[in-house]
């Protein structure tokens, strides 16, 4: 089975912290991704990466960076996070395959930011 | 840009009862693919059905189908015989040729009733 783990189910920081949340996945998949998600809003594309030390910016990229130094690790760093970056964060990865090329997704990481 | 539109926020329904959940998306590209995802409540993301848009015929997967309207730019999930376990948040998503990234909706609220 495909395995994408992230490092914390939970996780409570104080603003200005910096944070990061790791991403494994164990399927040698070329597409990580990170999402947002929100009451009402679904999920938001942060950040992805196609390839090691590739990563482009997704719908919102302000206030995150993300690290992806080795195939099967992709990072999410919050340099200084706020209260409006309490949300609950999603991993995903994929093959760079065709159209139907299915996403999988880790637990998700729910932060709060005091 | 693509665009996913989920306006049902939540729905109730009977135990083996059927269930229709709405998806419409607006994309420029003619080739694209359609996905529905589970979030129960310990919060994975599952894959369920898969629909692209040359496609024949509507998708189906188990108690899952797809309704398939392509000139209307829509995709609705048909949940058949509902369980007490499909009481989750449901995700419409889509993918086109040109992306690496899945595009959410903002989810439907699923209960199933005893």
């Known amino acids: 089975d495909v395995k994408v783990t992230q490092s914390s189910r939970y996780l409570v920081k104080r603003t200005g912290e910096k944070v990061f949340l790791e991403c494994v996945q164990d399927?040698?998949?070329?597409?990580m991704f990170w999402y947002r998600q929100d009451p009402g809003l679904g999920l938001r594309l942060i950040y992805f990466?196609?390839?090691?030390?590739?990563?482009e910016k997704g719908d919102i990229p302000e206030g995150y960076s993300v690290s992806r130094e080795k195939k099967e690790r992709f990072s999410l760093i919050l340099e200084s996070a706020s209260t409006n970056q309490t949300s609950m964060y999603l991993c995903?990865?994929?093959?760079?395959?065709?159209?139907?090329?299915?996403?999988?997704f880790g637990q998700g990481t729910r932060l709060t930011v005091v | 840009a693509q665009k996913i539109t989920q306006t049902q926020p939540g729905m109730f329904v009977q135990e083996k009862e059927a269930v229709t959940l709405d998806c419409t998306y607006d994309?420029?590209?003619?080739?694209?693919?359609l996905f529905w995802y589970k979030q129960p409540s310990s919060g994975e993301m599952i894959f369920l059905i898969y629909?692209?848009?040359?496609?024949?015929q509507n998708a189906t997967e188990g108690r899952y189908s797809l309704n398939f309207q392509k000139a209307r730019k829509s995709a609705n999930l048909v949940i058949s015989a509902s369980q007490l376990g499909d009481s989750a948040m449901y995700f419409c998503?889509?993918?086109?040729?040109?992306?690496?990234?899945?595009?959410f909706g903002a989810g439907t609220t699923v209960t199933v009733r005893a």
């Open positions: 995903a990865s994929s093959f760079q395959g065709g159209l139907n090329t299915e996403a999988f």
């Open positions: 994309t420029s590209d003619p080739s694209y693919g």
């Open positions: 998503a889509m993918r086109d040729r040109n992306d690496y990234k899945l595009s």
């Open positions: 629909q692209g848009s040359y496609d024949q």
């Open positions: 990466s196609y390839d090691v030390k590739m990563k």
């Open positions: 399927m040698d998949h070329e597409n």
